[in-house]
């Protein structure tokens, strides 16, 4: 027998090594393995076996890594189409469907010591004092952690050993699950009584699974019509409807994936499907997946899924690949979200993913969003997705008023831009006399945007990208957000021939507007969230936990607050800067504007008390700004996709760009123009084909590389995808030029 086996270097081929009389019945298609590859041993991953090879002399396979296979024949399918799709080679895409805590050779279960209390048979001896006080605590608990142990009874391990010496004890070696949510206190909760639009999304939902669960076979489709687009406005009750189609596939003994955009989500989330499904005839196990887990958390929360024994996984974009058998239901939450998106390759959308695991599992797919993607809408009116509207709040609570406060007319009479206009500030301080919570919101961390000189005009840049550097107060210091570049604060203006003790800030960044807001409110209790506060895995928790307890008053944050959180206090939401994205060179501006200002506006009036949101614009009759202060998703899109159309931008094409970088300017132009002509060369047949480019990239130099792109459009990317990998393969360029490329692109900087 031999087996097939994909090595985790990128070469784009797999090779045939024998299975020796050893581990004849241990591998699999899916195994992972280690193998001699010259005079290296590497691991990789078993993707076929066969009674034979075309190759002669073939090399045996050294060991088999773990007792289960990793990776499951489907997931393995999944891959392959990853790397296909998404023009990477087959390795990389291979490599991403398994967490490093999971792929290393090492990776094991945490054993711990524990102690027992035995039965005590005849008359029970006298003990020392010390030894006396560690029985009563085992014989009331019957069990503990030998470390836990100790560390109540301040004693040593020796004294321990004696009670098992004596026959009172006994201490064993066990595995200790790293569960990241051991902690937390879970109080189960019941299904809520539906409204007539939650009822009916969920009746189409379930009669979908149904229909795949009859089904031996996965329907051959040309369409993704196993998908639905939830769409309903902030605080409509698409979490609840989420949950009871989970106790659906669960009823059908099939498990899901919950994926949800932004790590800050995840407590919540984590909390409120846990509480529905911690007790009762559908008890699971909710297993999370993220990027915040320790490696260990990681290992233990995979294994889980892989056993079976957790039947739910919630996580980010990665969490896609979960090992769940049988798959029954994949939940996307807040779809639109461009961080579903992987900026490293392979470059997959967990969307797409999504959407293509669910045709091949038979599995149905839900995306869920109040302001959902310009992509998933259109393949709604085209019959690909199937459309659910939820357009009410639950408990007929009222939408936000959302109040645009224009900012010029607020300069004018400050004669200056002022951070909190008269009526934001006006509204701040009702909400702390009523005791009422308010949320802040501005997508710019930091405390100053740039540092300048207002005589000679002097910028602090970035030394290695096309940035101005950000100026964070508290550390002294001037950072870049592109490359981690840091430097001291100058205290006059570095141009030698200037030296203009008068250098200034200027913009504004979370920690000043939370600076501000001691100054304008003392008694009030500020937070921050942004990504400068947010630096261990709990904080995300403990700051939610406070703010939903009452402890803050007004949470200040960037784009981790603008979305999927819910706390009924919250009656005001303050959007500093609204049109900040507005003006970026990226076709997507206007529609990321709408997303963030409709999302961030959804946290206020959640509960009893009627919400207000004041977006503060220096630019308020922009469409985007109008159509979001009204809550009208379809009237935004019907006026964006007619400038989409006329342009041929997604998602009336798709987009894949091509992205060239080196440390030297005039060999990145080079060999971009010579892409061009080849890509032009050879790719003919594709009739609808528009090729734009090569430009310098929105940020020409980033981390010392400049970088040129080339922007393809066509409607038939996967037919693209097929060609440009051939194209790379047979591309020669400059050793220190290097190519990536991006399918559907959700950024163009």
Not at 345 to 369: C, F, K, T, W
Not at 621 to 638: K, L, N
Request: proline residues 6%; positive net charge.
């Amino acid at each position: 027998m031999i087996a097939r086996v994909s090595l985790e270097i990128a070469l784009r081929k797999e090779f045939d090594y024998s299975i020796p009389a050893n581990l004849a019945g241990q591998i699999d298609v899916g195994s992972r393995v280690q193998v001699p590859f010259g005079p290296r041993k590497i691991l990789g991953v078993v993707t076929a076996v066969a009674e034979e090879s075309g190759h002669a002399n073939l090399k045996p396979i050294l060991k088999v890594i773990g007792a289960q296979t990793l990776v499951t024949p489907k997931v393995l399918k999944l891959a392959r189409w990853i790397g296909e799709y998404y023009c990477c080679a087959p390795e990389i895409a291979l490599k991403s469907v398994l967490p490093e805590a999971v792929r290393k050779e090492d990776a094991r279960w945490r054993e711990r010591l524990f102690v027992r209390a035995l039965p005590s048979v005849g008359e029970f001896p006298k003990l020392p004092k010390r030894q006396q006080e560690i029985w009563n605590l085992l014989e009331e608990r019957r069990e503990l952690p030998l470390a836990e142990l100790l560390e109540l009874t301040k004693t040593t391990a020796a004294t321990v050993r004696k009670l098992e010496d004596r026959g009172l004890v006994s201490i064993t070696s066990e595995v200790s699950e790293r569960d990241p949510y051991a902690r937390e206190t879970i109080l189960p909760t019941q299904n809520i009584v539906l409204n007539p639009a939650q009822a009916v999304a969920l009746e189409k939902i379930n009669a979908a699974m149904d229909q795949r669960h009859d089904e031996v076979e996965p329907a051959p489709t040309t369409a993704a019509t196993s998908t639905f687009l939830l769409h309903g406005v902030t605080g409509s009750g698409k979490t609840e409807v989420y949950l009871q189609a989970l106790a659906h596939a669960l009823e059908q003994g099939k498990g899901a994936i919950v994926l949800v955009p932004e790590i800050s989500l995840t407590p919540q989330t984590v909390e409120r499907f846990k509480a529905r499904f911690s007790s009762g005839k559908l008890q699971t196990l909710v297993a999370v997946l993220h990027s915040h887990l320790s490696a260990g958390e990681r290992h233990d929360e995979w294994h889980k899924i892989r056993q079976g024994r957790a039947r739910i996984v919630i996580g980010a974009r990665s969490a896609i690949f979960a090992p769940v058998e049988p798959l029954g239901l994949i939940i996307v939450d807040e779809e639109h979200e461009h961080t579903y998106k992987q900026e490293e390759a392979p470059r997959y959308h967990a969307r797409d993913v999504a959407i293509m695991r669910g045709q091949m599992e038979n599995a149905v797919v839900v995306l869920g969003s109040a302001t959902p993607s310009m992509e998933s809408f259109y393949n709604c009116k085209r019959g690909k997705f199937t459309l659910l509207e939820m357009p009410e709040r639950v408990d007929d609570q009222k939408m936000p008023q959302v109040r645009v406060v224009d900012m010029r007319q607020a300069m004018y009479k400050e004669k200056g831009p002022p951070l909190f206009s008269p009526q934001l500030k006006e509204a701040i301080t009702q909400r702390l006399e009523r005791g009422e919570q308010t949320i802040l919101f501005l997508n710019r961390r930091g405390y100053s945007t740039s540092l300048l000189c207002p005589k000679c005009g002097y910028v602090a840049n970035c030394p290695n990208c096309s940035v101005s550097l950000t100026y964070h107060r508290i550390e002294q210091k001037l950072s870049c957000h592109i490359c981690g570049h840091n430097e001291r604060v100058p205290l006059v203006c570095p141009e030698p021939k200037c030296k203009n003790p008068a250098i200034r800030f200027a913009g504004t960044g979370t920690q000043k507007v939370e600076e501000v807001l001691a100054k304008l409110f003392p008694k009030a209790r500020v937070k921050r969230m942004d990504a400068d506060t947010m630096k261990r895995k709990d904080d995300y928790r403990h700051v939610l936990g406070d703010f939903r307890t009452g402890k803050i008053d007004i949470l200040v944050g960037t784009q981790m607050i603008a979305k999927g959180l819910h706390f009924p206090n919250v009656t005001l939401v303050g959007i500093i800067y609204a049109d900040s994205a507005l003006h970026q060179p990226d076709f997507r501006a206007g529609e990321r504007t709408f997303q963030l200002l409709t999302q961030v506006s959804g946290r206020a009036g959640r509960g009893d008390v009627e919400g207000e949101v004041f977006v503060q614009a220096f630019t308020p009759f922009h469409p985007a700004i109008q159509y979001a202060r009204r809550h009208d998703f379809v009237g935004f899109y019907e006026q964006e996709i007619e400038f989409r159309e006329q342009l041929k931008y997604p998602p009336a094409s798709r987009v894949a760009l091509l992205t060239l970088k080196g440390r030297n300017e005039e060999k990145v132009k080079f060999s971009a123009d010579h892409l061009k002509r080849e890509l032009e060369k050879k790719l003919k047949s594709l009739k609808d084909l528009i090729i734009a480019g090569p430009a310098p990239a929105p940020l020409l130099r980033a981390e010392n590389f400049y970088r040129y792109q080339i922007m393809l459009r066509t409607r038939a990317m996967s037919a693209l995808s097929r060609e440009l990998a051939q194209i790379i393969q047979s591309l020669t360029q400059p050793e220190d030029v290097t190519l990536a490329v991006d399918i559907d692109p959700v950024s163009l900087s």
